[in-house]
């Protein structure tokens, strides 16, 4: 939709639905008997602004999702509805490029027995980033960025309520076919961890500080 001297705008809806396979999920209180999106639908609009490389974008998606879960050999129903939404802003130009996005998931849990899982009023967690890259030449392209996440806003004290992630990345472009790129964080807080993967550790007693180091390879053709 094109704006004149104000730019233009690219709108999308869509609507579906996701299919999930529940095999492997960590162990915990309860054992996951089914799983499954009976709703999801979404829209985006993005706008391209008269300033070249600059772009601001905004979506939202509402979607439910209904589990039956095994609790104290017991089966309860469980549905979660969800709204999701994110802004975005990016600015590309040249060999820079500078991205930021800022999100909120809200989220509420009705269940057939409170005894065996509570039903849970909307909980609001909070995600966001920003980034920054620049191509050096046409075979090297370092970046960094900081993420962070909140899995409940109105609680944000403690490592299991918390994660900040600071990143720096090298990609190597081996040639026009062939990638490779080096990721290490410096990562604080545990609440992007799952206990299941960690010997059923709780996520409060798991180390403060920790950090990663990813390298993986692309090939397309």
């Known amino acids: 939709m094109r704006l004149g001297s104000a730019g233009a705008l690219d709108c999308r809806a869509y609507g579906g639905t996701i299919f999930l ?9 309860y054992q996951v008997l089914s799983l499954t999106v009976p709703y999801l639908v979404g829209g985006r609009v993005l706008w391209e602004t008269p300033v070249e490389g600059l772009r601001v974008g905004g979506s939202v998606q509402g979607l439910r999702l209904d589990t039956q879960l095994l609790a104290q050999m017991k089966p309860v129903n469980v549905e979660i509805p969800a709204i999701l939404w994110v802004g975005s802003v990016e600015y590309s130009a040249h060999d820079l490029l500078l991205a930021a996005e800022y999100s909120r998931w809200h989220a509420k849990a009705n269940s057939s027995d409170p005894t065996l899982f509570p039903a849970l009023p909307f ?33 944000r004290e403690g490592r299991a309520n918390w994660q900040h ?19 290490g964080h410096f990562m604080m807080g545990t609440a ?10 709780p996520l409060s007693t ?8 990813l390298a993986k390879t692309t090939a397309y053709f």
Request: proline share 4%; charged share 20%.
């Open 123 to 155: 909980v609001a967690s909070e995600r966001a980033y920003a980034m920054v890259g620049y191509r050096a030449n046409k075979w090297l392209q370092p970046s960094m960025y900081y993420a962070m996440l909140f899995p409940n806003v109105d609680k």
């Open 165 to 183: 992630d600071i990143a720096a990345t090298l990609r190597f472009d081996i040639n026009a076919n062939w990638l490779v790129k080096l990721e």
């Open 206 to 213: 798991l180390d403060r500080y920790w950090g990663v180091f």
């Open 21 to 29: 396979d529940t095999t492997g999920l960590g162990p915990s209180a």
């Open 192 to 201: 992007g961890l799952t206990s299941g993967l960690n010997d059923n550790t």
